[in-house]
């Protein structure tokens, strides 16, 4: 009886995955089911990030924390692509009331973020634009501008690294 549950579990799981691999998603699958640290150069504080496949694979959930000085902050974004247009959307919201929303782009080996709204708890609004670079398997850049005064500024430029701590989540699920 149990052969028969697996192998019937296994037909299903191959039916699913190669609907998984045809997803825009699948660009991002170096980042699933791992943890990625880096370090802001300007403060010492860290950055850690968790990647992992949520709900069949339909969606990647990003939950991060930043250490150093002062309090803890944490953030947590899903990707998802969008059913009419088949472009990756997010959202973005964290533990001081914001939320954001924006797309990414494919470009050269770039992941970007061109245009993202971000909304404070206050109300205000400000617009950002992110890139990222997988340098190797276990390495990636982002680099992080904000729209000030009419212009791009305060890169904001970090390296991070794959940490091998799998991501709690994936571990859970075993997923």
């Known amino acids: 009886m149990r052969f ?3 192998v019937a579990l296994c037909l299903v799981l191959a039916e699913v995955s190669p609907a998984a691999q045809d997803s825009p998603l699948q660009q991002l699958e170096f980042l699933a089911g791992h943890c990625w640290r880096g370090e ?8 850690v990030h968790c990647y992992t496949w949520v709900f ?6 990003d939950v991060h924390v930043v250490t150093g000085e002062g309090s803890v902050y944490r953030g947590e ?14 959202r973005y919201w964290n533990s001081l009331g914001g939320v954001s929303d924006g797309q990414l782009l494919f470009e ?10 971000y909304t404070g708890d206050d109300g205000k609004t400000r617009e950002f634009r992110s890139s990222l670079r997988q340098l190797d398997e276990f390495r990636y ?9 009419g212009r791009w500024s305060n890169p904001a430029r970090i390296t991070f690294t794959r ?8 571990e859970n699920r075993g997923a």
Do not use: C, Q
């Open 141 to 149: 850049e982002a680099v992080t501008e904000e729209f000030v005064e």
């Open 56 to 61: 069949g694979r339909k969606h990647l959930r």
């Open 77 to 90: 974004t899903i990707y998802s692509v969008e059913g009419s247009s088949g472009e990756i959307i997010f």
């Open 4 to 6: 028969t549950i697996a």
């Open 163 to 170: 940490t091998d701590k799998r991501a709690a989540a994936d």
């Open 108 to 117: 050269d080996g770039v992941i970007r973020s061109p245009a993202e709204k």
């Open 40 to 47: 802001f150069e300007h403060n010492g504080a860290t950055d």
